[in-house]
């Protein structure tokens, strides 16, 4: 609100300069840009990230902000290479910055030149080291998680006796499920010796999730008959919401470690929906707050009511189903109970049915085979003669070969086979001599020759 005021003012001052003045847009903004600078040299601004982003550039721009107000920032790629941390939305810090104005729209805006964590920087530092110790040693395991029971047999509640959580906790089984026992074990939940008390808390819930004998003297809690309280199959460990500094015995190592040692499932329910602690991460569920834990592990009755009024009219369904089906079957039985004379008319009325049935089917299967026989004979002839046009075709087709190949029709064209005295066959010149007696075949029948001159 201050330097919005002292802008107004500034303003006022232009406006009351001499009229002839008249002021271009830019130099205008240049001038309060001036007046700024020279008014707030280098400011330290506390408040929490609001739309942190980091360009290509390297330049971060973001807004700060608080319940009154909220400014835009930039932190150009020099200033920015200086962080040791990496900013997040909703993180509290405390920046270095010199005042400007965004010419280009006219906007007041901060930069930034230095930032660090606020107030809880050195405790968020702790917590991230301390959770990644704890995850290094297997406690963040989905794994090792477990489901919660549907019907819870009595419930655990570990919390402090004045604190709101407690009045929401039992406000809500109260409402939801008050036939379930609650078996309350108080401990402080801030303060430098919360987590030993925690600890402490947890360890006698333990020793009553596994049995309850012996425990009677160290619990205030006792039933309507005076007996100790039951066994728990289920523990919530809550508190409502506050700072970091408020949350921090929720932060502690050996908390973390004794709430892995639980033999039952643990929901931890600890501050509002945007608070988290090594407890939430450790605990078998994580519930948003002290009231969400309660309604995790309590059903209402009228949910269970409901349930039953669906299973009593299942069974009641069920059973008439039942004697239905025996009844049937009593009524099948007594109608097979008659006289032996009622069983033999009986059968002999289904011989004298079934006899001309049986002629019927006879008569059917002849007349069907006489049928068959018809179509056959009927599909014989075509079929022989059909097989028979493949073999004759065949028959001619190699006649035709056949008469091709005849040397007769070689020698019609004008050519002789010769043959020697023996009869073989002349095909070469060389095969004759001088005065050989050769005879040669012609188309029309043989002539008788002799080679006169020596073969060349």
């Known amino acids: 609100m201050a330097l919005l005021t002292l802008e107004i003012a500034m303003a006022e ?120 110790k704890l995850e290094a040693q297997g406690l963040f395991d989905a794994g090792r998680k477990r489901t919660l029971p549907l019907m819870p047999h009595a419930i655990g509640l570990v919390t402090s006796l004045g604190a709101a959580a407690l009045h929401d906790v039992v406000t809500t089984l109260r409402r939801r499920a008050p036939h379930l026992p609650v078996v309350l074990l108080p401990a402080a939940v801030q303060g430098a010796g919360a987590p030993a008390e925690l600890c402490e808390a947890l360890s006698k819930m333990y020793l009553l999730a596994h049995s309850n004998q012996g425990l009677k003297a160290d619990f205030s809690y006792k039933n309507k008959t005076g007996s100790a309280p039951p066994p728990v199959d289920v523990i919530l460990l809550v508190r409502g919401g506050g700072a970091m500094e ?80 025996q009844g049937q079957r009593l009524d099948t039985a007594a109608s097979r109970l008659g006289r032996p004379s009622q069983r033999l ?51 001619d087709r190699a006649a035709l070969r056949l008469g091709l190949l005849d040397p007769c029709l070689v020698l019609a064209r004008g050519y002789a086979w010769l043959t020697d005295a023996q009869g073989h066959a002349i095909g070469r010149v060389a095969q004759t001599r001088a005065g050989q007696a050769v005879r040669a075949t012609l188309v029309d029948g043989t002539v008788d020759l002799r080679v006169l001159h020596e073969p060349q």
Request: glycine residues 8%; positive net charge.
């Open 13 to 132: 001052t232009l406006l009351d300069a001499p009229a002839t003045r008249v002021w271009a847009v830019g130099a205008l903004c240049r001038a309060i840009s001036d007046a700024l600078a020279g008014r707030f040299s280098l400011v330290s601004v506390r408040g929490e990230l609001s739309g942190f982003s980091r360009a290509a550039s390297g330049h971060c721009y973001f807004s700060l902000k608080d319940s009154a107000g909220q400014l835009r920032c930039a932190m150009f790629k020099r200033a920015a290479a200086g962080l040791n941390f990496a900013p997040r939305d909703g993180e509290l810090v405390e920046v270095s910055a010199r005042l400007s104005v965004y010419e280009a729209r006219g906007d007041l805006q901060l930069i930034v030149e230095g930032m660090r964590r606020a107030g809880q920087g050195s405790l968020y530092e702790e917590f991230l080291r301390l959770k990644a």
């Open 246 to 325: 408020d949350l921090w015995a929720f932060n502690d190592e050996q908390l973390a470690q004794t709430i892995a040692r639980s033999p039952v499932p643990l929901v931890c329910g600890v501050g509002h929906e945007t608070d988290f602690t090594i407890a939430d991460f450790v605990a078998d569920v994580r519930a948003p707050t002290p009231t969400a834990a309660a309604e995790m592990v309590a059903q209402p009755c009228e949910t269970w009511l409901g349930a039953l009024d669906v299973q009593q009219r299942r069974l009641r369904d069920a059973l008439q189903r039942t004697l239905d089906r």
């Open 345 to 395: 008319t009986a059968q002999q009325l289904r011989l004298s049915g079934a006899a001309p049935r049986l002629n019927s089917a006879v008569r059917a299967l002849l007349l069907g085979h006489q049928q068959h026989l018809q179509r056959l004979g009927t599909q014989l002839p075509p079929a022989a003669q059909r097989a028979l046009a493949v073999p004759t075709q065949q028959l």
